[in-house]
């Protein structure tokens, strides 16, 4: 299997623009976590999904944060507009069952925003 | 609310130690225990799952134990090598909700 995906791995945006990451989950896995790690904050995780459906949005930090999953196999994160605070090495992490599966983790993707 | 806490911040040991990183926490309800590896600049590697019915699981060099009770779980390191180098984190999982340590940065000197 070839592990949970992310794109891009490196990302660098003006403050204003608008920011896409993508994941692709481990096949099989029914569980679908976006976090976000910073140096002052560590891992906050963001919003999860089950099944596809999103399940718990209360760390998204404001509006200009959205998440979708419109399939099994693939989830974006959105930024719109970004702002220099939002910069930070966003992950993305897949399991099989939510309250005892295994969490596996992206390589994430490091998003700078200037 | 789930507090998570790693003790020490830093380590740094010479090759060839037997070393325990701590992980504690507030909330003993919880569904899982998961201990993870991360190198820097890359994403978190699973080491260790251990579920709330269990007390330990190991994987080679390494044995983590849990204490519900306590509020408390250990990863036990063996032998310790430069390899080993990286920050370790754990994560626990309770009402939907998985919260993580601030890390453990261990250095391991040749």
């Known amino acids: 299997d070839a592990g949970v995906i992310q794109s891009p791995r490196h990302e660098v945006t003006e403050m204003g623009q608008e920011v896409t990451l993508r994941c692709k989950p481990i096949?099989?896995?029914?569980?679908l976590f976006w976090y976000r790690q910073t140096m002052m904050r560590g891992l906050e995780l963001l919003i999860y999904?089950?099944?596809?459906?999103?399940?718990?949005d209360s760390g998204m930090p404001e509006d200009r944060f959205s998440a979708k999953m419109p399939n099994a196999s693939f989830s974006t994160l959105k930024i719109q507009p970004s702002e220099p605070r939002d910069s930070a090495v966003y992950f993305c992490?897949?399991?099989?069952?939510?309250?005892?599966?295994?969490?596996?983790f992206g390589e994430g993707s490091r998003l700078t925003v200037l | 609310k789930q507090e998570v806490t790693q003790i020490p911040a830093a380590l740094s040991v010479p090759e060839g130690e037997n070393l325990v990183l701590n992980c504690s926490f507030t909330?003993?309800?919880?569904?899982?225990l998961q201990w993870f590896r991360q190198d820097p600049g890359k994403g978190l590697t699973s080491l260790l799952l251990?579920?709330?019915?269990?007390r330990e699981q190991t994987s080679g060099r390494l044995n983590a134990s849990l204490d519900k009770s306590s509020g408390r779980s250990t990863l036990y390191i063996a032998a310790s090598q430069p390899g080993d180098s990286a920050t370790y984190l754990c994560?626990?999982?309770?009402?939907?909700?998985?919260?993580f340590g601030a890390g453990t940065r261990l250095t391991v000197k040749p």
């Open positions: 992490a897949s399991s099989r069952a939510g309250s005892t599966g295994e969490l596996f």
């Open positions: 096949s099989g896995h029914d569980y």
């Open positions: 999904f089950n099944n596809n459906v999103p399940i718990d």
């Open positions: 909330d003993s309800a919880i569904y899982n």
């Open positions: 251990i579920q709330s019915s269990q």
């Open positions: 994560a626990v999982y309770n009402n939907n909700d998985m919260r």
